[in-house]
């Protein structure tokens, strides 16, 4: 842990919040890793909407358990992951999850000072 003052604090960053059908996570991961994500953060969910209700009238079974994916990227990369996210969780067919994006204000994590500088981050003094 680094014992420096500093506050290493990103501006420029949003949050790509996917709810995907169980098993399907994964795969989504997979595809923003390999796009320039740094990680995400995947947890279980149990979900229900209008889609249920109707099919649940056919009887059909419809699954509602869901997995949420977080990931942090540079604004920058935002619309290429959004794209290939939504590519790959076949969000073009009925009942296969949601996407959207929000900016974040500001976000704070542990970052190596020499990857700060090369980044052109702003630096906050603690208290």
Not at 70 to 97: H, N
């Amino acid at each position: 842990m680094s014992k420096s003052n500093e506050l290493i604090v990103l501006t420029e960053v949003m949050l790509i919040t996917a709810i995907v059908q169980r098993g399907v996570a994964d795969l989504v991961v997979q595809v923003a890793l390999e796009a320039g994500a740094q990680g995400a953060t995947v947890f279980h969910a149990h979900g229900t909407g209008v889609r249920q209700k109707h099919l649940g009238i056919l009887g059909l079974t419809v699954n509602t358990e869901k997995e949420i994916i977080y990931i942090a990227v540079p604004a920058e990369q935002a619309d290429r992951l959004f794209e290939r996210i939504f590519v790959s969780a076949k969000m073009d067919t009925p009942g296969m999850g949601i996407l959207w994006v929000t900016r974040l204000e500001k976000m704070a994590t542990y970052i190596p000072h020499e990857v700060a500088a090369r980044f052109g981050v702003h630096t906050e003094r603690r208290e």
